[in-house]
Each structure stands twice: as C-alpha cells, then as structure tokens.
C-alpha cells in the first residue's frame, strides 16, 4: 500500500484522558501536516512539518495538542486532558515539495471523548 | 479573508444530469483551487484542481470554471453517476512557502438512479 496510513482509525476516550495518534506518509513525501475535520465541515489546518521540522501551528493547535516527527518519518499528534470539543476526525496528508497535486491525505483516525 | 464560501450544502441531481458547485474567495493571495471528493470514513481525495492563469480546466466529466475577477469557482460535473454521491470539497491556498488549504464546508451530493 503506497497510500498515507493512519491508526488507529476510531479511538474513544474519556474526558481526561490523554490519545496519540500516528500517521505514515507516503515514503518519498518529505512534507507532512495535520489536519481536523469536525462533523459536516471542511478539513481545518493544525500543523505542517517538513522533514523533522515542524514549520507552522494553527492557533487551533492549543498547548494541550503535540505532533512530532521524528527523523522525517512518521509523525504522531498527541492530545492531553481531552475535551468534549476535542471530538472529529484527525486526518494526516503528505506531499512533495512544491507540486500541489501530490497532496494524499489518509483516512483519518475519529476521536470521540465522552 | 481567510474564508471560502461554498454552496449549496447539500444537492440531489438525478443520474445523468449535471451538478454544479459553487466556491468564493475573498483573499486574492490565493493561486491554487483544488477540489476534493469525500466518501463515508475516508479522507480527501483530489478530483481536479485549478490555477487563475486559466478560466476552466476540464478532467473527464469533472470541469473547474474560474472567474478571477468575481472571486468565484464552480466543479461542474457532467453525466452525474451514483458513483459519485459523496461529499464534495473546495479549497484555496497560497504560496507561502508550502501548500496551507482552506477548505469550503462541503456539498453532500446525492445523485438518484
């Protein structure tokens, strides 16, 4: 499978608990971002990384949220002490560099806290 | 200025007809339109996208039109198939340095046999 791989794919949760999740891009992608989609909206930007740099955090990305992509790999979004509103679908995509076409998301992995 | 409007929200087109979306813009830092077809469970997959160098871009049954100077983009998609009741897309971005989406809110089409 050369598609991007995320896992879990649904995760449930209680209020509190902290989660992370993993995304493997594509292997010749070097640029990685997160992204959340909450029920009936578009895809929301959270965070980019190219290689092992993470590059940009969405304001959406609170202090409680971290991703990490060590060696330019794989790459894990990790929530503590998750909310209520923390509940939607985590998606990860990944691309070349500057060739907008090759942008492959995965399919997701949905958070839902109670 | 961030935002892209997108309509109507939901549709219903029946089997070999024509359905149309529309998008709006309002930040012209925007170079880039795709657009993304969504089924259940899965994540984005990249139908067709556009640059505002051109004012349409045809892929199969799938045409973008673009006006640049309304701000607006339409996904025409022609002889409409069930197949391709899903939940539809549409995204700008711009050039700052990597490719930042900003998605519209999404059209859930249903095309009837």
């Known amino acids: 499978d050369t598609g991007v791989s995320q896992d879990p794919r649904h995760k449930i949760t209680k209020r509190g608990q902290n989660v992370t999740f993993r995304c493997d891009p594509i292997?010749?992608?070097?640029?990685l971002y997160w992204y959340r989609q909450t029920l009936g909206q578009g895809p929301e930007f959270l965070t980019y990384?190219?290689?092992?740099?993470?590059?940009?955090k969405s304001r959406l990305l609170s202090d409680r949220f971290s991703a990490e992509r060590p060696k330019g790999s794989f790459s894990t979004l990790e929530i503590q002490r998750t909310e209520q509103g923390d509940s939607a679908m985590y998606l990860c995509?990944?691309?070349?560099?500057?060739?907008?076409?090759?942008?492959?998301f995965g399919s997701g992995t949905r958070l839902t806290v109670v | 200025q961030q935002q892209v409007k997108q309509s109507p929200q939901s549709l219903i087109v029946q089997k070999g007809g024509i359905s149309i979306i529309n998008c709006a813009y309002e930040?012209?830092?925007?170079?880039?339109f795709p657009w993304y077809q969504q089924f259940p469970g899965k994540g984005p997959a990249l139908l067709i996208a556009?640059?505002?160098?051109?004012s349409e871009k045809k892929e199969g049954r799938f045409t973008i039109s673009f006006n640049k100077s309304a701000k607006q983009f339409s996904l025409h998609i022609m002889d409409s198939q069930p197949g391709d009741s899903a939940t539809y897309f549409c995204?700008?971005?711009?050039?700052?340095?990597?490719?930042?989406?900003?998605f519209g809110t999404g059209t859930r089409l249903l095309v009837s046999p």
């Open positions: 292997s010749e992608h070097n640029r």
């Open positions: 556009i640059r505002p160098d051109v």
């Open positions: 930040n012209t830092a925007f170079d880039y």
């Open positions: 995509a990944s691309s070349f560099p500057g060739v907008a076409d090759g942008y492959t």
């Open positions: 990384f190219q290689n092992e740099a993470q590059l940009e």
């Open positions: 995204a700008a971005s711009m050039n700052t340095g990597f490719q930042k989406l900003v």
